[in-house]
Protein backbone atom coordinates (compact mmCIF):
# COMPACT_ATOMS: atom_id res chain seq x y z
CA UNK A 1 0.00 0.00 0.00
CA UNK A 2 1.64 3.34 -0.78
CA UNK A 3 0.79 5.93 1.35
CA UNK A 4 -0.02 9.64 0.90
CA UNK A 5 2.87 11.86 1.29
CA UNK A 6 5.75 11.18 -1.36
CA UNK A 7 8.87 13.37 -0.73
CA UNK A 8 11.15 14.29 -3.77
CA UNK A 9 14.34 15.36 -3.53
CA UNK A 10 16.26 18.41 -3.97
CA UNK A 11 19.77 18.54 -5.01
CA UNK A 12 19.72 22.43 -4.96
CA UNK A 13 17.98 22.94 -1.44
CA UNK A 14 20.85 24.15 1.47
CA UNK A 15 19.94 21.16 3.32
CA UNK A 16 21.75 17.99 2.27
CA UNK A 17 20.20 15.23 0.09
CA UNK A 18 21.22 12.78 2.85
CA UNK A 19 19.46 14.96 5.51
CA UNK A 20 16.41 15.31 3.17
CA UNK A 21 16.06 11.69 2.73
CA UNK A 22 16.24 10.84 6.70
CA UNK A 23 14.02 14.20 7.42
CA UNK A 24 11.28 12.89 5.02
CA UNK A 25 11.32 9.05 6.29
CA UNK A 26 11.23 10.01 9.82
CA UNK A 27 8.85 12.07 9.22
CA UNK A 28 6.37 9.50 7.89
CA UNK A 29 6.87 9.91 4.00
CA UNK A 30 5.61 7.13 2.52
CA UNK A 31 7.62 7.17 -0.49
CA UNK A 32 10.67 9.46 -0.97
CA UNK A 33 12.19 10.03 -4.44
CA UNK A 34 16.13 10.50 -5.22
CA UNK A 35 16.56 13.11 -7.44
CA UNK A 36 19.34 14.23 -9.10
CA UNK A 37 20.37 15.33 -12.71
CA UNK A 38 23.92 15.90 -11.98
CA UNK A 39 25.48 13.72 -9.64
CA UNK A 40 27.40 10.45 -10.37
CA UNK A 41 25.97 7.40 -10.55
CA UNK A 42 28.87 6.31 -8.05
CA UNK A 43 27.91 8.93 -5.95
CA UNK A 44 24.32 8.24 -5.82
CA UNK A 45 24.94 4.79 -4.92
CA UNK A 46 27.10 5.59 -2.23
CA UNK A 47 24.16 7.73 -0.85
CA UNK A 48 21.56 4.86 -1.44
CA UNK A 49 23.71 2.26 0.62
CA UNK A 50 23.94 5.08 3.48
CA UNK A 51 20.60 5.25 3.46
CA UNK A 52 18.51 2.45 2.05
CA UNK A 53 18.63 0.23 5.28
CA UNK A 54 17.01 3.38 7.36
CA UNK A 55 14.18 4.09 4.66
CA UNK A 56 13.50 0.89 4.98
CA UNK A 57 13.47 0.28 8.59
CA UNK A 58 11.11 3.37 8.55
CA UNK A 59 8.06 1.52 6.47
CA UNK A 60 8.91 4.17 3.79
CA UNK A 61 10.31 3.10 -0.18
CA UNK A 62 13.32 4.55 -1.67
CA UNK A 63 12.69 5.52 -5.56
CA UNK A 64 15.37 6.76 -7.77
CA UNK A 65 14.90 9.02 -10.98
CA UNK A 66 15.27 7.99 -14.41
CA UNK A 67 18.74 5.76 -13.98
CA UNK A 68 17.67 2.03 -14.65
CA UNK A 69 20.85 0.76 -14.65
CA UNK A 70 21.35 1.88 -10.64
CA UNK A 71 17.72 1.11 -9.66
CA UNK A 72 18.80 -2.47 -10.65
CA UNK A 73 22.19 -2.34 -8.99
CA UNK A 74 21.58 -0.76 -5.67
CA UNK A 75 18.28 -2.41 -5.03
CA UNK A 76 16.10 0.32 -3.92
CA UNK A 77 12.69 -0.51 -4.03
CA UNK A 78 11.15 2.17 -6.83
CA UNK A 79 12.29 3.75 -10.18
CA UNK A 80 10.42 6.64 -11.69
CA UNK A 81 10.53 7.51 -15.02
CA UNK A 82 9.30 10.89 -17.14
CA UNK A 83 7.74 10.86 -20.88
CA UNK A 84 10.59 10.36 -22.77
CA UNK A 85 12.98 8.06 -20.74
CA UNK A 86 12.31 5.15 -22.47
CA UNK A 87 9.21 2.73 -23.01
CA UNK A 88 7.59 1.69 -19.75
CA UNK A 89 7.45 -2.10 -21.07
CA UNK A 90 10.71 -2.41 -21.26
CA UNK A 91 11.86 -0.74 -18.24
CA UNK A 92 9.43 -3.36 -16.35
CA UNK A 93 11.10 -6.08 -18.42
CA UNK A 94 14.96 -5.37 -17.13
CA UNK A 95 13.83 -4.03 -13.37
CA UNK A 96 11.58 -6.81 -12.34
CA UNK A 97 8.53 -7.43 -11.08
CA UNK A 98 9.05 -6.64 -7.24
CA UNK A 99 10.04 -2.86 -8.39
CA UNK A 100 7.82 -0.12 -8.16
CA UNK A 101 7.78 2.19 -11.77
CA UNK A 102 6.03 5.36 -11.45
CA UNK A 103 5.42 7.31 -14.77
CA UNK A 104 5.11 11.30 -14.95
CA UNK A 105 2.26 12.65 -16.84
CA UNK A 106 1.70 16.03 -17.65
CA UNK A 107 -1.35 15.83 -19.96
CA UNK A 108 -4.26 13.65 -20.75
CA UNK A 109 -3.00 12.64 -24.25
CA UNK A 110 -0.23 10.59 -22.37
CA UNK A 111 -3.18 8.43 -20.97
CA UNK A 112 -3.43 6.18 -23.93
CA UNK A 113 -0.07 5.85 -24.08
CA UNK A 114 0.91 4.04 -21.00
CA UNK A 115 1.82 0.41 -21.22
CA UNK A 116 1.88 -2.06 -18.91
CA UNK A 117 3.91 -2.35 -15.96
CA UNK A 118 3.51 1.08 -14.66
CA UNK A 119 2.46 0.90 -10.58
CA UNK A 120 1.42 4.73 -10.70
CA UNK A 121 1.52 8.18 -12.19
CA UNK A 122 2.71 11.32 -11.17
CA UNK A 123 0.58 13.79 -12.40
CA UNK A 124 1.44 17.31 -12.49
CA UNK A 125 2.61 20.14 -12.46
CA UNK A 126 -0.64 21.19 -10.63
CA UNK A 127 1.18 24.80 -10.28
CA UNK A 128 3.80 26.60 -11.51
CA UNK A 129 7.00 25.53 -9.55
CA UNK A 130 10.21 26.36 -9.28
CA UNK A 131 12.31 23.21 -8.21
CA UNK A 132 11.63 22.37 -11.87
CA UNK A 133 12.45 25.16 -14.09
CA UNK A 134 11.75 23.06 -17.49
CA UNK A 135 8.68 21.60 -16.20
CA UNK A 136 5.29 21.37 -18.53
CA UNK A 137 2.27 24.06 -18.63
CA UNK A 138 0.28 23.80 -14.75
CA UNK A 139 -2.79 21.79 -15.02
CA UNK A 140 -4.63 23.01 -12.25
CA UNK A 141 -6.98 21.10 -9.43
CA UNK A 142 -9.43 20.51 -12.86
CA UNK A 143 -6.74 19.38 -14.88
CA UNK A 144 -5.54 16.83 -12.34
CA UNK A 145 -8.99 15.52 -11.68
CA UNK A 146 -9.53 15.09 -15.41
CA UNK A 147 -6.13 12.86 -15.75
CA UNK A 148 -6.72 10.54 -12.88
CA UNK A 149 -10.22 10.73 -14.02
CA UNK A 150 -9.06 8.91 -17.28
CA UNK A 151 -6.49 6.11 -15.81
CA UNK A 152 -7.26 3.29 -13.14
CA UNK A 153 -3.69 3.39 -11.99
CA UNK A 154 -3.20 5.18 -8.40
CA UNK A 155 -1.80 9.14 -8.95
CA UNK A 156 0.38 11.63 -7.04
CA UNK A 157 -0.18 14.78 -7.59
CA UNK A 158 2.77 17.02 -7.41
CA UNK A 159 3.26 20.42 -8.72
CA UNK A 160 3.86 23.45 -6.30
CA UNK A 161 1.57 21.12 -3.56
CA UNK A 162 1.60 22.63 0.47
CA UNK A 163 -0.35 21.40 4.05
CA UNK A 164 -3.49 23.14 2.82
CA UNK A 165 -3.86 21.49 -0.62
CA UNK A 166 -4.57 18.45 0.95
CA UNK A 167 -8.42 18.92 0.75
CA UNK A 168 -8.20 19.67 -3.41
CA UNK A 169 -5.77 17.01 -4.13
CA UNK A 170 -7.89 14.54 -2.63
CA UNK A 171 -10.81 15.48 -3.98
CA UNK A 172 -9.47 15.71 -6.97
CA UNK A 173 -8.99 11.82 -6.95
CA UNK A 174 -5.14 11.30 -6.53
CA UNK A 175 -3.82 8.73 -3.49
CA UNK A 176 -1.90 11.49 -2.46
CA UNK A 177 0.58 14.47 -2.75
CA UNK A 178 4.30 14.32 -4.27
CA UNK A 179 6.50 17.84 -2.67
CA UNK A 180 9.58 18.83 -3.17
CA UNK A 181 10.04 22.54 -1.87
CA UNK A 182 6.99 22.26 1.13
CA UNK A 183 9.89 19.48 2.63
CA UNK A 184 13.13 20.35 1.44
CA UNK A 185 13.50 23.68 1.69
CA UNK A 186 12.02 24.21 4.88
CA UNK A 187 13.42 25.11 8.54
CA UNK A 188 12.54 21.50 9.86
CA UNK A 189 11.61 19.02 6.89
CA UNK A 190 10.86 16.61 9.17
CA UNK A 191 8.11 18.18 10.80
CA UNK A 192 6.63 19.53 7.52
CA UNK A 193 6.48 15.91 6.20
CA UNK A 194 4.90 14.70 9.79
CA UNK A 195 2.34 18.14 8.92
CA UNK A 196 1.70 16.69 5.49
CA UNK A 197 0.65 13.31 6.41
CA UNK A 198 -1.71 14.74 9.43
CA UNK A 199 -3.26 17.08 6.74
CA UNK A 200 -4.10 14.31 4.18
CA UNK A 201 -5.57 12.28 7.00
CA UNK A 202 -7.63 15.11 7.98
CA UNK A 203 -9.16 16.21 4.77
Known amino acids: MMGPVYV ?4 QA ?6 QIRAAALGGASLIQLRDKTASDADLAALIANVLPMVTAQGA ?17 GLHIGQG ?25 H ?6 GVDYLGVGPVRATPSKPDHAPPIGFDGLARIIGGT ?6 IGGLKEDD ?13 VVSAVTRTADPQAATRALVKAWRQA
Do not use: F, Q, W
Request: glycine share 8%; with cysteine; proline share 6%.
Open 61 to 77: RLIINDRVDLAIRTGVH
Open 166 to 178: AVAVKAAGAIGMA
Open 8 to 11: VTDA
Open 152 to 157: SLPCYA
Open 111 to 116: LPHISA
Open 14 to 19: PLPVIA
Open 85 to 109: DGDPALIRARIGAAMLLGLSVEAEA
